[in-house]
């Protein structure tokens, strides 16, 4: 019988791919569930497109603003234990932009659709805090529009995130999903680039589509990590 805390101690290399799920007991809504952010929402793709940015910017900022900054939210268990396996001997590849790895402590994260709290001026690149585009999207030395540095509807992954991402998933060998339904691409498809031998184990209320011969741990990822010892 598959035993998480075994594979965990044995393994050499842990990547964790994850998703939403893994910031909902933080008291960040998941994205496509009933009461997530996409819930009461008519066109939240088109909300949170490059095309809105382009032509909307005043729109973008304010969904931007009142649906998706949540301050206040702490690290909770998962990203505790997996800041923990990973600082010894691994990577997390996160489709999360609630920066929660790095509030954990975790140093080897590959944040594959951005960080809403770095905020850059599309016309010079400054950098600015995100308390400023709280405030206002528009940096008032050049006019040009601020915009959180996550991946928008309609835009490519960079590149060197992508390569970053295959490097931890090519060279791991366990590899543990969880907290996503893993049909979101091009994330679901990095799993293609794990080693033949690897182990791969999912951590998910529900069953997800998983390659053949992966081991599927069903219920709640926060009691499943608060077992395990790290």
């Known amino acids: 019988m598959f035993d998480l805390q075994t594979a ?3 393994a050499k290399h842990v990547t964790f791919m994850t998703g939403a799920g893994v910031s909902t007991a933080s008291g960040i809504p998941d ?18 497109s490059i095309d809105n940015l382009q032509a909307h910017h005043e729109d973008f900022h304010k969904f931007v603003v009142n ?18 396996i990973t600082n010894q001997k691994g990577t997390i590849v996160t489709q999360n932009v609630d920066g929660l790895d790095r509030k954990a402590g975790a140093e080897h994260v590959v944040e594959f659709h951005g960080n809403l709290y770095r905020i850059y001026c ?3 690149h400054k950098h600015f805090d995100y308390e400023t585009y709280l405030k206002s999207d528009v940096h008032a030395a050049d006019g040009g529009i601020l915009r959180p540095d996550i991946v928008l509807y309609g835009e490519p992954i960079n590149p060197d995130t992508v390569s ?5 998933i090519s060279t791991a060998d366990l590899l543990i999903v969880v907290g996503t339904s893993f049909v979101v691409y091009p994330f679901a498809g990095l799993i ?5 031998e690897a182990t791969i184990v999912a951590v998910n209320r529900e069953k997800i589509a ?11 990822a926060v009691n499943v990590f608060a077992k ?3």
């Not at 998983?210 to 709640?220: F, K, N, R, S």
């Open 8 to 10: 965990i101690q044995q």
């Open 31 to 48: 994205y496509r569930s009933k009461g997530g952010l996409y819930a009461d929402q008519v066109d939240p793709e088109y909300a949170l």
């Open 67 to 84: 649906n998706m900054y949540f301050p206040a939210a702490k690290p909770n268990v998962i990203h505790e234990k997996m800041a923990t």
């Open 122 to 124: 599309q016309t010079c």
């Open 164 to 168: 970053a991402a295959i490097e931890a």
């Open 192 to 196: 293609g680039y794990a080693q033949p």
């Open 210 to 220: 998983l390659p053949e011969g992966a081991h599927m741990v069903q219920g709640d």
């Open 228 to 230: 395990l010892v790290v």
